[in-house]
T-cell receptor
Framework: DAKTTQPTSMDCAEGRAANLPCNHSTISGNEYVYWYRQIHSQGPQYIIHGLKNNETNEMASLIITEDRKSSTLILPHATLRDTAVYYCIVRVQYNFNKFYFGSGTKLNVKP | EAGVAQSPRYKIIEKRQSVAFWCNPISGHATLYWYQQILGQGPKLLIQFQNNGVVDDSQLPKDRFSAERLKGVDSTLKIQPAKLEDSAVYLC??????????FGPGTRLTVL
């Protein structure tokens, strides 16, 4: 069962920052927050993950609140190719626990 | 680095027929996963292998679905007999240990 809550859909203008929220109020101390995205007709693609510190890589930034009950994925300059379904997942790292994908947020980047 | 390979990409069968999907994971990845993704939903884990042993198959409908991973590399997922509700995309993923997963393009199954 998914342990995260995400909005069903969001719109973003091309070139602007896309901020995708995720609530995970029941997260445990050893659970990481992962983000994946799925572009139409492709398999999901890993974006970023973190435990409690903010993380940044070449694709995105992950901001986790101090109480770790929510997080935000930031795509700093959204392009049309970022249109996809974005999944927020919490799980214990290096563990055989499942990835629960939920229904995700459909991000529509518009010109 | 080659990605996760899956075949076929598309398959159309009649209900009660059998079908098999093949997955070749990224070289060296010990963990292999099969997911089912019904239209409009997120992927649902069916079975997880660590090398050639099953770690989790709690969501696999064992009366009709089976999977194997011989020699801890390639894997096949079989449905016998297929039902209409099995229409979905079947995704294979692999990972080192049990961390970041790399997904294949999936096989789209249509059961008529």
């Amino acid at each position: 069962d998914a342990k995260t809550t995400q909005p069903t859909s969001m719109d973003c203008a091309e070139g602007r920052a896309a901020n995708l929220p995720c609530n995970h109020s029941t997260i445990s101390g050893n659970e990481y927050v992962y983000w994946y995205r799925q572009i139409h007709s492709q398999g999901p693609q890993y974006i970023i993950h973190g435990l409690k510190n903010n993380e940044t890589n070449e694709m995105a930034s992950l901001i986790i609140t101090e109480d770790r009950k929510s997080s935000t994925l930031i795509l700093p300059h959204a392009t049309l190719r970022d249109t996809a379904v974005y999944y927020c997942i919490v799980r214990v790292q290096y563990n055989f626990n499942k990835f629960y994908f939920g229904s995700g947020t459909k991000l529509n980047v518009k010109p | 680095e080659a990605g996760v390979a899956q075949s076929p990409r598309y398959k159309i069968i009649e209900k009660r027929q059998s079908v098999a999907f093949w997955c070749n994971p990224i070289s060296g990845h010990a963990t292999l996963y099969w997911y089912q993704q019904i239209l409009g939903q997120g992927p649902k884990l069916l079975i997880q292998f660590q090398n050639n042993g099953v770690v989790d198959d709690s969501q696999l409908p064992k009366d009709r679905f089976s999977a194997e991973r011989l020699k801890g590399v390639d894997s096949t997922l079989k449905i016998q007999p297929a039902k209409l509700e099995d229409s979905a995309v079947y995704l294979c993923a692999s990972s080192l240990i049990s961390n970041e997963q790399f997904f294949g393009p999936g096989t789209r199954l249509t059961v008529l």
